[in-house]
């Protein structure tokens, strides 16, 4: 089956370990592409490391991007259980400023559609349904 392979980042980095372990390098097709691709962009815009999950590298980070259904993480509804969002850490790059730098480089980032304003350690993005240009800014 062909999919969209990130240039940046190892299939595991998009899925929780039940998800890997079931369909492998083919968990690629829980995400939606167009996160798979902002990933990339994000990645090489800010030109550091981007983290979403790291819990195969021994990490604790296993739900910042596909949230299978019964995950107790997040929103029941969350775009994260349609692979339609990231929770990222962008290394050196406080998620303040990431978040401005984001909203400034729109162009950069067709997909992205929706990004939490919250004060949180990690820059979420979404690719939701959302009629109209620009970044739709939300509190979870």
Known sequence: MKYY???YFDPREFVPPEAYEALGDSCLLVM???MLKTADALRGFFGVPVIINDWHM??????????????A????????RFGRALDMIIKTIAPEEARTQI?????????IAAMERATTPWVHVDCRAIFGDGIVLFDP
């Open 32 to 34: 939606d592409c167009r």
């Open 73 to 80: 993480t997040g929103a029941h509804w969350s775009q994260h």
């Open 103 to 111: 909203i400034q480089a729109k162009n950069h980032f067709p997909y």
């Open 5 to 7: 392979c990130p240039k």
């Open 58 to 71: 021994h990490g604790i980070r296993k739900y910042s991007g596909f949230r299978p259904v019964d995950c």
